[in-house]
């Protein structure tokens, strides 16, 4: 059974930093995406970065330039690096994945999910 699992949140001050880390058991997948994505309570769960197992990642605006995704060598694991983080960008992170080569912030393709890792950034 394919599972994942964050760690890595916790509180900061603005222009901190923090990395977050997502474990991957179970997924054996050749042809695959991971992404990270946040929800703020009301409002609907937003894809942060994106990476596929070639490499290629994308990342939503509000982030390029301040967040960094990667794989390690197995790519069994996920990791975000946060840098110049933001009171906007407070909210639960969570890690996913989905089966093939589609790299994408869209909620809907991704059918595996952590149960997420809270972030906090005070001013």
């Known amino acids: 059974q394919s599972q994942l699992a964050e760690s890595g949140g916790g509180s900061v001050q603005v222009g901190g930093s923090l990395t977050l880390s997502c474990a991957a058991s179970?997924?054996?997948?050749?042809?695959?995406?991971m992404a990270w994505f946040r929800q703020t309570p009301g409002k609907e769960r937003e894809g942060v970065a994106a990476?596929?197992?070639?490499?290629?990642?994308t990342y939503a605006d509000s982030v390029k330039g301040r967040f960094t995704i990667s794989q390690d060598n197995a790519k069994k694991n996920l990791n975000l690096q946060m840098d110049s983080l933001k009171p906007e960008d407070t909210a639960m992170y969570y890690c996913a994945t989905l089966v093939g080569h589609w790299l994408t912030l869209e909620r809907r393709p991704y059918r595996i999910w952590g149960q997420g890792t809270q972030v906090n950034v005070s001013s």
């Open positions: 990476i596929c197992d070639d490499g290629a990642t």
């Open positions: 179970g997924v054996y997948y050749s042809n695959f995406c």
